[in-house]
């Protein structure tokens, strides 16, 4: 066991007080987690500071205390203040997982909000190809044969190192991780050391200078002096990083014809996508499961990273067509003329993206289930509902994991945006089976029922209960019922009632 003193030399620190020549039991950053023996980092934070918790962690068995402000603690614990906690953690996390990012080819996927499919889909392609591989990503975690959650936004650089000593005790050769833009650098998930960026498309730069941010945490995130970079050439974004000269930019990939890795000749249907890919000068047919143009620029960034990662196009193209991702677009097989999709479009270009992917599909109405979570903004809720607005024919606005805030006060929120546009086609339905199975009902030959906001997550959160809910699952379950239903009904003569939903009516401002 590592003593106290091993783990802190050579770190910058400011003022260092205390007995260190104590073993470490572990290390942690969440009060909760303190057992006797560890070191506990005060992290700052503008809702809640861990320094705050500091003698709650001494009264629970901590040796050791790095944080930034200066203050007496009792010497039961060594003080060890820092300039910067967060990245001290980084260099401790590390240290104390011997380094397990450096036993490992570690593959990022960051850039736009559907990077955690592209992950997902990268994922499968070098498992299948190159050998074991982990997962760590938002949607969920894979290492090895064990599924464990996914990573919040919250989540610090000791969880991934945690995640990599698990992956090196499993014996993956490599592991993809999906990170956020912000997330990148040692101030949140550390100095990871990346072998290959793959940056998904569809990130929002708004300003130029968020770019520039964005190459700076890029460039110095990689292993090596030149990180190689796989880029989409379709976005605004990614033909700004592609002009730059800092990244060492490895393969291109989109719709675009400059890029390296491109699709042509696309199909798009219900229950999957038809295309070709042109590589290396070569084209092949690719067949999918995937839905929507979107889904087949995650495919591509997937293919030009499995490529750049040394990976043959023959070995993509058997593998790219059995798959699909947690999150992404999902169908349910037709029935009866109509389809339905799940989808984990969470945020309003989410939702505008999917909606706009469904309209390409060709609807005759297109039927959307939303909800907003709890910790969402009124602001936030008001444009999920100005988007559906636009984009849906008919809407049920439902909960989706309100956690401790009011499901009808959420739902009014969205309601309250959506009347901004229209003031007809939307119905409140606060129970998500319930809206769900309306949704089914109510669909006709040719209409499409999109699922939006849960995706591939498998429980609701209300009120601090967490049941079991699967959008998907729910989705079937309300298929059969309805059959059933409508079975008994025409095996049974009787005057037959067709009930009309009593939508709200709403005043625009």
Not at 90 to 107: D, F, V
Not at 173 to 188: F, K, L, N, T, Y
Not at 494 to 501: D, F, L, Q
Request: charged content about 20%; aromatic content about 4%.
């Amino acid at each position: 066991m590592m003593l106290l003193n091993d783990l802190l030399r050579g770190l910058d620190i400011m003022v260092l007080d205390g007995n260190l020549n104590r073993p470490v039991a572990g290390l942690t950053y969440d009060v909760r987690r303190v057992n006797p023996g560890m070191v506990y980092c005060a992290l700052p934070g503008s809702n809640n500071d861990g320094h705050e918790y500091i003698e709650q962690a001494i009264e629970r068995g901590a040796i050791g205390i790095v944080c930034e402000r200066n203050g007496m603690i009792r010497q039961r614990a060594a003080k060890i203040q820092v300039r910067h906690s967060r990245h001290t953690l980084a260099q401790l996390s590390a240290r104390i997982h011997q380094h397990p990012q450096r036993k490992l080819q570690i593959i990022g996927v960051t850039g736009g909000n559907t990077r955690a499919g592209v992950a997902f889909l990268l994922k499968q392609i070098l498992e299948q190809t190159g050998g074991p591989t982990g997962l760590i990503s938002s949607t969920r975690c894979e290492i090895g044969s064990r599924l464990l959650p996914g990573l919040t936004p919250q989540a610090e650089s000791l969880d991934y190192q945690q995640l990599l000593a698990d992956a090196v005790r499993a014996g993956m050769r490599s592991c993809v991780i999906e990170i956020e833009p912000d997330s990148i650098g040692p101030q949140r998930a550390g100095e990871l050391g990346f072998d290959l960026m793959v940056v998904a498309q569809g990130y929002d730069h708004t300003h130029e200078l968020n770019a520039n941010r964005f190459v700076e945490r890029l460039v110095r995130s990689g292993r090596k002096t030149l990180l190689p970079t796989v880029l989409g050439l379709d976005d605004a974004f990614g033909r700004h990083l592609r002009s730059g000269e800092q990244l060492f930019v490895q393969r291109t990939y989109g719709l675009s014809e400059r890029a390296q890795v491109r699709a042509l000749n696309l199909e798009l249907l219900r229950d999957g996508t038809r295309f070709q890919v042109r590589t290396g000068g070569k084209q092949y047919p690719c067949p999918t499961q995937l839905v929507g143009r979107h889904s087949v620029q995650d495919a591509l960034a997937a293919i030009a990273g499995a490529e750049a990662l040394g990976a043959t196009s023959e070995e993509c193209m058997r593998v790219i067509g059995r798959l699909n991702a947690p999150g992404m677009l999902q169908p349910l097989r037709r029935a009866a003329g109509w389809s339905i999709f799940v989808d984990g479009a969470k945020t309003p270009s989410d939702l505008r993206r999917v909606l706009a992917t469904l309209r390409e599909l060709g609807p005759h109405r297109l039927i959307t289930v939303l909800g907003c979570a709890g910790g969402s903004t009124p602001e936030h809720c008001e444009v999920m509902g100005r988007v559906t607005a636009e984009a849906s024919d008919i809407s049920f606005i439902t909960s989706d994991n309100p956690r401790y805030q009011s499901p009808h006060a959420l739902a009014m929120q969205v309601l309250r945006g959506y009347a901004t546009r229209r003031n007809d086609g939307a119905r409140i339905e606060l129970n998500r089976e319930a809206a769900i199975l309306s949704a089914i009902k109510m669909a006709q030959p040719r209409d499409i029922v999109l699922i939006a906001g849960k995706g591939p997550a498998a429980s609701q959160e209300i009120a601090g209960t967490i049941a079991p809910f699967d959008d998907l699952e729910q989705a079937r379950e309300s298929v059969q019922r309805i059959r059933i239903s409508t079975t008994a009904l025409m095996t049974q003569p009787s005057i037959r009632r067709t009930e009309t939903p009593s939508f709200y009516r709403v005043e625009q401002n």
